[in-house]
């Protein structure tokens, strides 16, 4: 049976646990705080579809006790990926893979992509290379993450919505470890789709949340709110316009148009954005991954982002001035 990890077990990295934890996987959790102390008592609890289930899976707060693992699930915020490159170490065998759940741009993104780019280090969600150097690239397996949920309490995570997981190889192969991933979720009750091309899939969820996200940060509106009023709509189009053009000119292929796109996002109803419920929260933000790296990729490829840029420059000083960004 498959050694598995979840490093993190937030909203995200719970509900996958308690997935996973249905399965043949042989299952732990690195977690903190609160919610470690909870699961270690009561078990990991999982609210969803309007019944509970717990679960008692192997938590600590220190990789080590656990040893190397056939995968280990990073289900962290970007910036909080470089602290954990010296604690991860002792989870990661010489096969490994790692798989980053999270949003944004990858640090990886460069890695297996042909072209003039190959093997580029983006500085702004992996300054120094830290991550490239102390996980490597080549253990890297794209994910994209559909589901919502959220921490109920210390211990208890409540499903939202979602279950799409697609996954998928840096240089677009069908591998016996990513066909094996995929498996091991499908048999969680998740669709996880092996995706040759996991950026394009990367970019659909990146475009809403380059635009959504910053400036539901800075009027404090929901995805509906910014949606429908013509004003706020106009400023997401033009983010979105922008972020597609660098992404053509990486590679990518959009399938749907932006208007279809901006309509998806606005279906969710009054959804707080998770930028805006970490500034409520006084959280740090995920600005650099989202909306930061995505300049950093327009200025490499010579692709202006006006629009952009201003809003990341509002949503950096909103943010610097609550203290949930340095």
């Known amino acids: 049976m498959p050694r598995v990890c979840i490093y993190g077990a937030g909203a995200i990295g719970g509900f996958l646990a308690a997935r996973l934890a249905q399965t043949e996987a042989d299952l732990s959790l690195v977690a903190r705080g609160p919610h470690l102390q909870a699961i270690r008592e009561n078990g990991l609890t999982l609210i969803e579809d309007g019944t509970t289930q717990s679960h008692r899976i192997t938590a600590t707060g220190n990789p080590a006790d656990l040893g190397p693992q056939d995968y280990v699930i ?5 910036h909080s990926i470089p602290a954990i490159v010296a604690p991860i170490q002792p989870l990661l065998g010489p096969d490994t893979a790692v798989v980053f759940a999270i949003n944004g741009v990858p640090w990886w993104y460069f890695h297996g992509l042909e072209g003039p780019h ?6 702004t969600v992996d300054p120094g290379g830290t991550i490239w150097d102390g996980i490597g690239p080549e253990r890297a397996i794209g994910c994209v993450v559909y589901p919502a949920a959220e921490i109920s309490e210390p211990g208890v995570i409540r499903h939202q919505s979602g279950d799409r997981l697609p996954v998928g190889e840096p240089n677009g192969a069908r591998s016996d470890r990513v066909r094996a991933l995929a498996a091991l979720l499908s048999q969680a009750g998740l669709r996880a789709p092996v995706r040759p091309r996991i950026r394009d899939e990367i970019w659909i969820k990146l475009w809403g949340n380059a635009s959504f996200n910053p400036v539901s940060a800075l009027t404090g509106a929901t995805l509906r709110q ?24 990486l590679g990518t292929r959009f399938a749907i148009d932006i208007e279809k796109r901006i309509d998806g996002g606005g279906a969710v109803g009054e959804h707080r954005t998770s930028m805006l419920q970490d500034l409520d929260m006084g959280r740090p933000m995920e600005i650099d991954a989202l909306v930061g790296a995505v300049q950093e990729l327009g ?14 420059a509002l949503v950096k000083q909103r943010a610097r001035l609550a203290g949930c960004y340095s």
């Open 226 to 249: 910014l949606a429908e009023d013509p004003l706020t709509r106009d400023v997401i189009r033009r983010i979105m316009e922008e972020a597609q053009a660098v992404g053509e000119a």
């Open 118 to 123: 190959t093997n580029h280090r983006l500085e």
């Open 74 to 78: 990073v289900s962290l915020k970007a």
């Open 299 to 312: 200025t490499l490829v010579g692709q202006p982002t006006p629009t952009l840029d201003t809003v990341l």
